[in-house]
């Protein structure tokens, strides 16, 4: 599946409901409405300011599940005999992001709106009564993670270089997606956290672009 068909599936179903969220209720009870938590309430002032769009539910949804698998590959970093310089960057990317996916959670749910697990399998879709996990754009598929988790040393440091590369490259992407959508990118949470997500990513590209050259001619990184 090409990433422009996925992300058109994904926001056809982002409309129609179809994301498996966390949404809570009392099952078979007649729910009332809670008054709302400070934090809900500071939410719908916000967006009374600055509504959001389904493309920043989109975002935020989806970049939970592009995180989560970077978290996985950083972790693998001190047991896969990473180098200090690759121990560095995962600890960096590792302590930035799971920030980040705390920020996205709340966002949403203080909206009121299902909340994904930080699952490192994509974002969990029921298309035709089935349930199916869709990787938001630079994700890795199931063999380039398994490739990486066999890697040990030197390779594992060039593998990991290499995806990641991959992974941040497709952050950047989803960032441009949403800015370049019609009125997403205003609410003030959304437009912080995807500016900081463009720029710290495509500077981690250049900063690991420049380790792998290093890596590959054999010199020394730290």
Same mark, same amino acid.
Not at 37 to 55: C, G, I, K, L
Not at 175 to 203: C, I, M, P, R
């Given at each position: 599946?090409?990433?422009?068909? $996925? ?20 099952p078979?009870? =007649?729910?009332? $409405?809670? +008054? ?6 500071? *939410?719908?002032?916000?967006? *009374?300011?600055?509504?959001?769009? !389904? $493309? ?9 599940? %592009?995180?989560?698998?970077? =978290?996985?590959?950083?972790?693998? $970093?001190?047991?896969?005999? *990473? ?12 302590? #930035? ?9 709340r ?9 994904? !697990? #930080? ?10 009564g089935?349930? %199916? ?15 990486? @988790?066999? #890697? ?8 990991? +270089? ?17 800015? @370049? ?16 997500v463009?720029?710290d990513?495509?500077? !981690? =590209?250049?900063?690991m !672009? ?13």
């Amino acid at each position: 599946m090409t990433a422009r068909r $996925a992300r058109g599936i994904f926001t056809t179903l982002m409309g129609a409901g179809a994301i498996v969220g966390c949404a809570s209720g009392t099952p078979g009870g =007649i729910q009332t $409405a809670p +008054l709302p938590a400070p934090a809900v309430a500071q *939410a719908r002032a916000d967006s *009374a300011r600055h509504p959001y769009t !389904e $493309a920043d539910i989109q975002f935020m949804s989806g970049m939970i599940g %592009h995180h989560a698998q970077a =978290i996985v590959m950083a972790r693998w $970093a001190p047991t896969h005999d *990473a180098g200090p310089a690759i121990r560095r960057l995962a600890d960096r990317i590792i302590n #930035a992001q799971q920030d980040e996916i705390g920020t996205m959670q709340r966002w949403l749910g203080d909206r009121l709106l299902p909340v994904p !697990e #930080a699952r490192p399998t994509g974002m969990r879709m029921i298309m035709n009564g089935v349930e %199916h996990d869709m990787l938001m754009p630079g994700m890795l598929t199931e063999p380039q993670m398994k490739q990486l @988790d066999k #890697a040990r040393g030197a390779e594992f440091d060039r593998l990991f +270089l290499t995806f990641m590369i991959q992974h941040h490259r497709g952050a950047v992407s989803m960032v441009k997606e949403l800015f @370049d959508s019609y009125g997403a990118g205003l609410d003030e949470t959304v437009f912080k956290f995807a500016s900081d997500v463009n720029v710290d990513q495509s500077t !981690e =590209i250049v900063r690991m !672009e420049k380790m792998l050259v290093s890596l590959t001619l054999g010199v020394d990184t730290q």
